[in-house]
T-cell receptor
Framework: DTGVSQDPRHKITKRGQNVTFRCDPI?????LYWYRQTLGQGPEFLTY????????KSRLLSDRFSAERPKGSFSTLEIQRTEQGDSAMYLCASSFGAGRGPQETQYFGPGTRLLVL | QQQVKQSPQSLIVQKGGISIINCAYENTAFDYFPWYQQFPGKGPALLIA?????SEKKEGRFTISFNKSAKQFSLHIMDSQPGDSATYFC?????????????FGKGTRLHILP
């Protein structure tokens, strides 16, 4: 399967611990997005990369959150000093963007469900 | 700031019936109007999308209709099946690029009765 993959699929942690999630996009996609989804809500944009450059961060992304995409391929999202309010599904998506040329849709991974106790 | 308003929030339809979900938007800069389908425990997946230069697009049992003057677009599911039970999001991307960040509505939970 050559879709977007995320690891781990589930994570339970205690408040105050650090957690790191990984996303592997579709190989030829240069754009990578992170979203957060809480129960009963639509996904909310967190941040996105074009290649290795982080181009935008939402105000939802507090300083406890950091995302990287060091070689323009996979990405990691780290949450430091987790809080119960961080409990959510963290979704990764990728797409191929070429300026204002023909655009392709975002393909989502299965998500990482985080539970902070 | 809520840029898309989706209705209804939940919908129950008999198998074989027509499911209709509506989306009203405010930002006239949107130029790509997709619907995403999300099953429990899965990420959203693009179902069907339309550009504003056409008023309707049909793919199988799914039809998207667009009313530019009313700033609304809708999803019609014909001959609804239990496998269509999912959450549906209208989700126009923020900018002019179709793969710019997506603004999701709150979603419509569709349940098809067998």
């Amino acid at each position: 399967d050559t879709g977007v993959s995320q690891d781990p699929r589930h994570k339970i942690t205690k408040r105050g611990q650090n957690v790191t999630f990984r996303c592997d996009p579709i190989s030829e996609h240069n754009r990578l997005y992170w979203y957060r989804q809480t129960l009963g809500q639509g996904p909310e944009f967190l941040t996105y990369f074009q290649n290795e450059a982080q181009l935008e961060k939402s105000r939802l992304l507090s300083d406890r959150f950091s995302a990287e995409r060091p070689k323009g391929s996979f990405s990691t999202l780290e949450i430091q000093r987790t809080e119960q309010g961080d409990s959510a599904m963290y979704l990764c998506a990728s797409s191929f963007g070429a300026g204002r040329g023909p655009q392709e849709t975002q393909y989502f991974g299965p998500g990482t469900r985080l539970l902070v106790l | 700031q809520q840029q898309v308003k989706q209705s209804p929030q939940s919908l129950i339809v008999q198998k074989g019936g027509i499911s209709i979900i509506n989306c009203a938007y405010e930002n006239t800069a949107f130029d790509y109007f997709p619907w995403y389908q999300q099953f429990p425990g899965k990420g959203p997946a693009l179902l069907i999308a339309i550009r504003p230069d056409v008023s309707e697009k049909k793919e199988g049992r799914f039809t998207i209709s667009f009313n530019k003057s009313a700033k609304q677009f809708s999803l019609h599911i014909m001959d609804s099946q239990p496998g269509d039970s999912a959450t549906y999001f209208c989700a126009p991307p923020r900018g002019m690029n179709r793969d710019d960040k997506i603004i999701f509505g709150k979603g419509t939970r569709l349940h098809i009765l067998p």
